[in-house]
């Protein structure tokens, strides 16, 4: 199947992404501001993936190479396309806390792993637990209001208390109710 990456939305990116590395036996999980995207159904947009892997980025170069995709640093570009392509250090850390669980999506692109909507949202909560960074507490908001019925509200508050945090956690609990 021939891409157009000047028309690929953020998701249907990331699924060709995973989908290649997947297939060139290259383990990847899509997190950050991407997940957030996908989870707010572009409410907020990212223009850059992160995915986290424990291959090297010669490992990576030598895959993304063939669909266009050039290194620069340790960002990876193809001129046809809006979105910057990084890889963040293994493992996958939602606060202090690993994981090992994630969501999968098929689309026609092929499999994508990333991030499922709960870890998302405490991935952001967790930016504004030790950050301060008001940005992500809207970007948490974002995610609770489009998947309400895929997160659990008292994993959250479980998760908030393990990480020191209920207090900043009670505040995101008085913004989504208002």
């Not at 707010?40 to 063939?66: A, G, P, Q, R």
């Not at 493992?91 to 969501?103: A, L, R, S």
């Not at 092929?110 to 909560?125: S, V």
Request: proline letters at 2%; glycine letters at 4%.
């Amino acid at each position: 199947m021939k891409i157009d990456f000047s028309k690929l939305n953020i998701k249907d990116l990331a699924n060709v992404i995973c989908d290649i590395l997947l297939k060139n036996n290259i383990d990847v999980v899509l997190v950050g501001g991407a997940c957030v995207s996908i989870y707010s159904k572009n409410k907020y947009m990212s223009y850059d993936l992160d995915f986290v892997t424990d291959k090297t980025l010669k490992e990576l170069e030598s895959v993304l190479n063939t669909i266009g995709f050039k290194r620069t640093g340790r960002l990876f570009k193809n001129d046809k396309c809006d979105y910057l392509i990084d890889f963040v250090s293994h493992p996958v850390m939602i606060g202090k806390e690993y994981t090992k669980d994630f969501e999968e999506m098929k689309t026609k692109y092929g499999l994508l792993k990333l991030l499922k909507p709960a870890d998302c949202l405490k991935d952001r909560l967790a930016g504004y637990f030790y950050w301060n960074d008001p940005q992500s507490l809207e970007q948490a908001i974002m995610i609770y209001n489009k998947q309400k019925n895929k997160i659990n509200l008292k994993e959250i508050e479980n998760w908030s208390k393990k990480e020191n945090n209920i207090e900043k956690y009670n505040i995101f609990i008085k913004k989504i109710i208002l």
